[in-house]
Structures are given as C-alpha cells and as structure tokens.
C-alpha cells in the first residue's frame, strides 16, 4: 500500500512543477516525470510475489508469472513518450529563436 | 520487497525535486535522469526485463535530444520573485495535493495489496498462451498478435512524431 | 556540426558496429528472449548517434542520411500495414491473423509472422529516431549560415 502512495507522491511533484515552473525546459521535464510515475504504478499493479518474468519455460509447466499485459501496454507507452518529449522539445526551441527565451510569460506578452 | 522499492521511489521523489528547484537547466536535465535510471532498476526488480532493456535506450537517448537542446539555446533558470503572494499560493497547493492524496487512498482501496495480484483478467494471455501465439515471450505474443491494434497506433504516432518534428523545424520550404 | 578528436573517432569506429550487432540481435530474438523490435530498433539508432556525434557533418554528409532515414521510415511502416493486410488473403479473414505455419516453440525460426513484425518495427523506430535527432543538427545549421 506504500507503495502505492509513494507512486502517487512522484505524480503530484510532477503536477507541482507542471504548474509553479515558468520554463519551458522545465515544464517538458515535469510531464516527463508525471510519465514515469505512471508506468511505475501500472507495473507495480501487475506484480506477483511468487512470479517469474512472462517468459515461458518450456521444461516446468506450473509455473506462476507476472501479469505481461500492463507490461505490453507500457511498453507501447515508453516509445510514446520519447516521440511527445522530443516533439515538445523542438517547439520549445523554435520558440527560442523566435523570442530568445524560455519563459512562458514573455512569450504571451509577445503574442500579436 | 516492498522496502527496497519504497527506498528506491524514495531516491526517485528526490531527484524529481532536485530537478525543478535546480538553479541551472542543464544540471535540471541530468537529475531527470536519476529518475529515469532508477526506474530501470524498479523495472527489473519487478521481474520486466522487456521494459528495463528499453527504458535504459529511450532515457539514454531522451537525456542526448535534452542536452543538445539546452547547449544550444541557454542553460539559465528565470528568476523566480519571492513575494508575498508566493505563500499563500504554497498554502493552497498542499491543500489541493492533500485532497489528491485522499482520493487516490480512497480510490486504490480496493486494489489488492502489493504483490497479490490476481490473474482472473490476464488469465486468457498467460495459460496456453506460448501454443496459440508460437512465441514463447508472452509480451511480445500481446503485442503482435493479441493486441496488434495497440502497436500499430504506437507505430503511427512514432511516424506522424517524426513527420512533426521535421515540419516544425525546418525553416527554408522545400523547393 | 563539428566533428570530435581522433581518440573518440577510433574508440566509435571499433564500439559502434558492435553495438549495432547487438542490436540486430535483441530484434531477431524478440519471440524468444527479452527484448523486440522497440528495443532493437532504438539500440541500432543508438549505435547511428553515437556516429554522428562523432565524426560530425565533415565526413558524412548529414542531408543525404535524414533523406534516406525518412524514406525508410516510411517504407517499413507501409510494409507492417501490407503484412497485417495480407492476412485477409491468406487463411482465417483477420487483421493482424497469424497466417505463417507456427513451428516447434523455443526455436528461432517459429511463431509464424511475429519475428518479421518484429524486424520491420525495428527498423521503423530506427529510423524515427535517427530522423528526430538529425532534424535538431540539421536544420540549427541553416540558420548559422
């Protein structure tokens, strides 16, 4: 049950610096961070204690595996996140050459 | 079990915080990779070596995209103005995160408990899955035949992510 | 983009055919072992980065690459779909069906079409990779000029 809480810990300091942060950069790395706690939680959820990695033994037939299909999904999801990241990054730094900084505020101001 | 990992987010929370309140956006970027290699470790102890092989990639190549990206603009956080009104908005933030936290209790309650999991929905992907599949790893088994859907739209959006980032980037047309 | 020193050219020239040897190992044993086409494909465009952070645009010409990586791009996910498509043609009427005779499990030439999905899913996410990152260097350069 801890662990759970600590999971949902790691989300809420993305969301923190989601919304106090005025950097660009820092707002990438704070969804960024939201991502991983969320993997973290769907796996922990698939979780046996007395499991084995999803990966068939042909000689023991009895045998007790993990639950693979949040493993599937959140395989799927990790190379998402890396397209969305890297997308969100090339238009902060389009946005840099055209204002010639980061912050959001600015960038608003500039808006016309 | 549940201590080592609990020790582990533990180091992950703290390299979360590190990496908003740092000073210097470069040192921001490489603190996101504590976390990010801490979660390889989690993957691992949780019996995924699938998710761990490629979350050491991705974060690897994440952390270059990152780097290049602050080296060539500026690695200087804003200034933050410390003022009056600052309190009363951290006030306010743990009261929301607070009533978050209570919801997400009352919510997972009826989750079982870490590490008794039971396989009543999985049941049909794990027994007798390797037969109808041919492929002994049961993951990849999900995700080319049982849930083929899922990674063709992955697929898709890692193709219209390249096509984007190319669009957005490029400043003379094509002739 | 500048190139590195002569160490860092010599240490890659040795490292990065190994690392992409590996790669092509953890996609054709992806039915068997840990491991498939995401993360093959993402170890091979490693192997490509880590080339190109090397040696820079003096030796290689940086344009022609991002032209071949986006038109490879784009023929293995045509190919995925032609693979999927294909099974209305050939036995049970069903997207993404299993039409390729299954063979003895454990063996490395078995499980009917997952290991060519796998191989062109690795070679899609390669090249979406390496057309990201080089989308970053590329175009910084013709501002500079």
Redesign the interface.
């Known amino acids: 049950m801890i662990v759970y809480i600590l999971c949902f810990i790691l989300f809420l300091v993305g969301l923190y610096g989601l919304i106090t942060r005025r950097n660009l950069i820092k707002i990438v790395i704070s969804l960024s961070i939201m991502e991983f706690s969320v993997f973290l939680f769907l796996v922990i959820i698939g979780y046996i204690d007395s499991g084995i990695?999803p990966?068939?033994d042909?000689k023991e037939t009895n045998q007790i595996y993990v639950d693979p299909l949040p493993q599937a999904m959140v395989?799927?999801a990790?190379?998402i996140g890396?397209?969305t990241t890297?997308m969100l990054?090339?238009i902060a730094?389009r946005l840099y050459?055209k204002y010639k900084t980061f912050d959001i505020r600015e960038i608003n101001n500039l808006r016309g | 079990m549940e201590l080592t990992l609990s020790i582990l987010i533990g180091f992950m929370i703290i390299g979360a915080i590190f990496a908003i309140h740092a000073k210097d956006l470069l040192s921001a970027v490489i603190s996101v990779g504590i976390v990010g290699y801490s979660l390889v470790i989690v993957f691992l102890l949780l019996k995924a070596?699938?998710l761990?092989?490629?979350q050491i990639?991705?974060e690897?190549?994440t952390l270059?995209?990152m780097v290049?990206?602050v080296l060539?603009s500026t690695r200087e956080e804003l200034k933050i103005k410390n003022d009056f009104k600052s309190f009363t908005n951290i006030t306010l933030s743990i009261i929301f995160a607070a009533v978050l936290l209570f919801f997400f209790v009352q919510a997972t309650a009826d989750l079982n408990s870490f590490g008794q999991h039971s396989l009543r929905m999985a049941d049909a992907y794990v027994t007798g899955a390797?037969?109808k599949?041919?492929?002994?790893?049961l993951?990849?088994?999900i995700?080319?035949?049982f849930r083929?859907?899922d990674?063709?739209g992955e697929?898709?959006i890692?193709?219209a992510?390249?096509l984007g980032?190319?669009t957005i980037?490029?400043?003379?047309g094509k002739k | 983009m500048k190139g590195m020193s002569i160490i860092v050219k010599k240490v890659t020239q040795l490292l990065s055919g190994i690392i992409f040897l590996y790669g092509i190992y953890?996609i054709t044993h992806?039915?068997?072992?840990?491991?498939?086409g995401?993360?093959g494909g993402?170890?091979i465009?490693?192997a490509y980065?880590l080339l190109i952070?090397a040696f820079g645009s003096d030796t290689i010409k940086l344009k022609n690459i991002e032209k071949g990586s986006?038109l490879t791009?784009?023929l293995a996910?045509f190919i995925?779909?032609l693979l999927?498509v294909l099974a209305f043609f050939l036995g049970s009427k069903i997207?993404?069906a299993?039409y390729l005779p299954?063979?003895q499990?454990?063996e490395i030439i078995?499980?009917?079409?997952?290991p060519l999905?796998?191989i062109f899913?690795g070679i899609?996410?390669a090249?979406?990779?390496i057309?990201?990152?080089l989308?970053?260097?590329i175009?910084?350069e013709?501002?500079t000029k």
């Open positions: 990695a990966i068939v042909l395989l799927t990790i190379v890396l397209a890297a990054l090339a730094i050459r | 070596p699938d761990a092989i490629v990639v991705i690897t190549i270059i995209i290049a990206v060539d390797a037969e599949t041919g492929s002994i790893n993951v990849t088994g995700l080319f035949d083929a859907y990674t063709l697929v898709t890692l193709f992510a390249a980032v190319l980037l490029r400043i003379k | 953890i992806g039915h068997l072992t840990p491991g498939g995401f993360a993402a170890i465009a490693g980065i952070l986006s791009e784009s996910i995925v779909l999927a997207f993404f299993n299954k063979g499990l454990g078995s499980a009917g079409v997952i999905y796998n899913i899609e996410v090249a979406a990779i057309t990201i990152f989308a970053l260097i175009f910084k013709e501002i």
